[in-house]
């Protein structure tokens, strides 16, 4: 099936990014947009753009049956839904098979499967892949809970099934706070996710969270696109990410992919798709989600593999084969992605909405900034305060944190707070650049005071070069005017010769 026209289901810079791959294939773009979005990039990149309701995404993007019908509207023969919204919404994906148009990603039984952490613990455990200790099943009974609890051993970790973004989520620390954690976690989990369901595993206290990325099509073919580093996280979602990872030895590396491969065909996957584990501190890894989308830091993979994971998508929706075996892959120096936010790094990364005065991205080789705002712009309310995110690449990883460093100076934002400061931060940090931390890196070196200190080293660091610079140029102009005077003095002797 050749692709003609595709409607993408989303906003900002995952739709542009969408879009520009779809461009350069030669297949037609639709946007749809809010009211919130009417003058967005992605309203103006797409070849066709339709109003599709009011600001809140739940009168907007997330209406199923409205998009649907733009994409009858516009003649789009498939849908791609980019990440969130309804990316891995199973329901969506059989409505858009059922009018005839094709999801680009995987089937509503893969996005089931997998959606559900409980079902996916299961399907992985059917191919002896590392779990953590703890339950495969929905748990509410009290006694149970506390009996795998014990078996386990404390502190154990409370999970929503259908959760996600640290929601329905709670730590126990011992047998007294679990009755009152597992209500809690219940409720929460009811009333983000409609469902209840919630699951017992072994907290690993200072763990690292790599995930894997996969591509697999229609014909059988499964590969692993090697695994990025996603530890650096503020309340369970990350915000450092790169590959490959400092600590993956090329056996752990080889070991943890064919994991992944064999929880895609699990599920029989299609499209690209993401499984994520947990690393403990001697290195062994458990198997921890599925996710059913392309995920937000994954132009560091491209950056090490040469691919484009979007081009890969349709071309997969379109029937096509993989083009390569794992065989054919290889990693290609290291690439490092902050996601650059509205937040403030010294308020708890709270949101910080307002009117971008100053927008200037960085430029030069090895430098990729994937945004949807430009200077002038509003930062909505209604989303994720997601501005950007900025991905460099090098030959090595040193090399490849300054560049970062250069490209976080370069980045001139102003009018709203942003990750910027805190990219710095990590960049410099002994932790970061030994590769000894995990997901508490936050926890266990960032605090206000900490980025304040460092601002106040930069900007000594940076007076000290100015003052040197202006010596050095006083000197060169001092040296310049005995030269022009001594040259001067010589031609006037001459002269009187």
């Given at each position: 099936?050749?692709?003609?026209?595709?409607?993408?289901?989303?906003?900002?810079?995952?739709?542009?990014?969408?879009?520009?791959?779809?461009?350069?294939?030669?297949?037609?773009?639709?946007?749809?947009?809010?009211?919130?979005?009417?003058?967005?990039?992605?309203?103006?990149?797409?070849?066709?753009?339709?109003?599709?309701?009011?600001?809140?995404?739940?009168?907007?993007?997330?209406?199923?049956?409205?998009?649907?019908?733009?994409?009858?509207?516009?003649?789009?023969?498939?849908?791609?839904?980019?990440?969130?919204?309804?990316?891995?919404?199973?329901?969506?994906?059989?409505?858009?098979?059922?009018a005839?148009?094709?999801?680009?990603?995987?089937?509503?039984?893969?996005?089931?499967?997998?959606?559900?952490?409980?079902?996916?613990?299961?399907?992985?455990?059917?191919?002896?892949?590392?779990?953590?200790?703890?339950?495969d099943?929905?748990?509410?009974?009290?006694?149970?809970?506390?009996?795998?609890?014990?078996?386990?051993?404390?502190p154990?970790?409370?999970?929503?099934?259908?959760?996600?973004?640290?929601?329905?989520?709670?730590?126990?620390?011992?047998?007294?706070?679990?009755?009152?954690?597992?209500?809690?976690?219940?409720?929460?989990?009811?009333?983000?996710?409609?469902?209840?369901?919630?699951?017992?595993?072994?907290?690993?206290t200072?763990?690292?969270?790599?995930?894997?990325?996969?591509?697999?099509?229609?014909?059988?073919?499964?590969?692993?696109?090697?695994?990025?580093?996603?530890?650096?996280?503020?309340?369970?979602?990350?915000?450092?990410?790169e590959?490959?990872?400092?600590?993956?030895?090329?056996?752990?590396?080889?070991?943890?992919?064919?994991?992944?491969?064999?929880?895609?065909?699990?599920?029989?996957?299609?499209?690209?798709?993401?499984?994520?584990?947990?690393?403990?501190d001697?290195?062994?890894?458990?198997?921890l989600?599925?996710?059913?989308?392309?995920?937000?830091?994954?132009?560091?993979?491209?950056?090490?593999?040469?691919?484009?994971?979007?081009?890969?998508?349709?071309?997969?929706?379109?029937?096509?084969?993989l083009?390569?075996?794992?065989?054919d892959?290889?990693?290609?120096?290291?690439?490092?992605?902050?996601?650059?936010?509205?937040?403030?790094?010294?308020?708890?990364?709270?949101?910080?909405?307002?009117?971008?005065?100053?927008?200037?991205?960085?430029?030069?080789?090895?430098?990729?900034?994937?945004?949807?705002?430009?200077?002038?712009?509003?930062?909505?309310?209604?989303?994720?305060?997601?501005l950007?995110?900025l991905?460099?690449?090098?030959?090595?990883?040193?090399?490849?944190?300054?560049?970062?460093?250069?490209?976080?100076?370069?980045?001139?934002?102003?009018?709203?707070?942003?990750?910027?400061?805190?990219?710095?931060?990590?960049?410099?940090?002994?932790?970061?650049?030994?590769?000894?931390?995990?997901?508490?890196?936050?926890?266990?070196?960032?605090t206000?005071?900490?980025?304040?200190?460092?601002?106040e080293?930069?900007?000594?660091?940076?007076?000290?070069?100015?003052?040197?610079?202006?010596?050095?140029?006083?000197?060169?102009?001092?040296?310049?005017?005995?030269?022009?005077?001594?040259?001067?003095?010589?031609?006037?002797?001459?002269?009187?010769?």
């Amino acid at each position: 099936m050749k692709i003609n026209k595709i409607l993408v289901a989303n906003r900002g810079e995952i739709a542009l990014r969408v879009m520009r791959t779809a461009r350069e294939m030669g297949i037609k773009t639709v946007a749809v947009y809010s009211e919130a979005d009417r003058n967005a990039i992605h309203t103006r990149f797409a070849d066709e753009a339709y109003f599709i309701g009011p600001p809140q995404s739940n009168q907007s993007y997330l209406l199923m049956d409205k998009i649907l019908e733009v994409a009858k509207m516009s003649g789009a023969d498939a849908i791609h839904p980019g990440y969130g919204f309804l990316s891995e919404n199973a329901v969506f994906a059989e409505k858009v098979a059922a009018a005839g148009i094709k999801f680009i990603g995987p089937s509503a039984y893969s996005i089931n499967m997998m959606g559900d952490k409980i079902s996916a613990k299961q399907a992985a455990k059917n191919y002896h892949i590392p779990m953590v200790p703890g339950t495969d099943h929905a748990i509410t009974d009290i006694a149970e809970a506390k009996a795998v609890a014990k078996k386990a051993g404390y502190p154990i970790l409370i999970k929503a099934s259908a959760g996600g973004g640290g929601k329905g989520m709670r730590v126990v620390n011992n047998e007294e706070e679990l009755e009152e954690q597992m209500h809690r976690a219940m409720s929460e989990a009811l009333s983000a996710f409609g469902n209840d369901a919630v699951f017992i595993e072994k907290f690993v206290t200072s763990p690292r969270h790599i995930e894997i990325q996969v591509l697999a099509d229609d014909h059988g073919n499964v590969v692993y696109l090697f695994e990025r580093e996603c530890s650096i996280q503020r309340r369970h979602q990350k915000l450092v990410e790169e590959a490959p990872s400092a600590v993956v030895s090329p056996e752990m590396r080889k070991a943890m992919g064919e994991s992944a491969v064999m929880v895609a065909k699990a599920c029989n996957y299609s499209g690209a798709g993401t499984v994520e584990f947990l690393v403990d501190d001697q290195l062994n890894y458990y198997f921890l989600e599925m996710n059913t989308r392309l995920q937000v830091e994954h132009p560091v993979t491209e950056f090490i593999t040469g691919l484009d994971l979007v081009r890969e998508q349709i071309l997969i929706a379109e029937g096509k084969a993989l083009s390569f075996t794992q065989d054919d892959l290889r990693i290609h120096g290291h690439a490092i992605e902050l996601r650059v936010t509205a937040e403030d790094p010294t308020n708890n990364f709270l949101p910080d909405i307002g009117k971008l005065i100053t927008y200037r991205r960085p430029q030069g080789h090895g430098i990729r900034v994937d945004d949807g705002y430009e200077e002038g712009m509003d930062i909505p309310i209604y989303y994720d305060p997601l501005l950007a995110k900025l991905i460099v690449h090098a030959q090595t990883r040193e090399l490849a944190c300054k560049k970062m460093i250069r490209a976080i100076q370069d980045y001139q934002i102003s009018g709203v707070a942003t990750t910027l400061p805190f990219g710095t931060f990590v960049m410099q940090h002994e932790a970061f650049l030994s590769g000894n931390f995990d997901t508490k890196f936050i926890e266990r070196y960032f605090t206000p005071e900490a980025l304040q200190l460092h601002d106040e080293e930069a900007s000594a660091i940076a007076a000290f070069l100015a003052a040197r610079l202006m010596e050095s140029e006083k000197s060169a102009e001092t040296q310049s005017a005995i030269a022009t005077q001594t040259t001067k003095s010589k031609w006037l002797e001459r002269k009187r010769m």
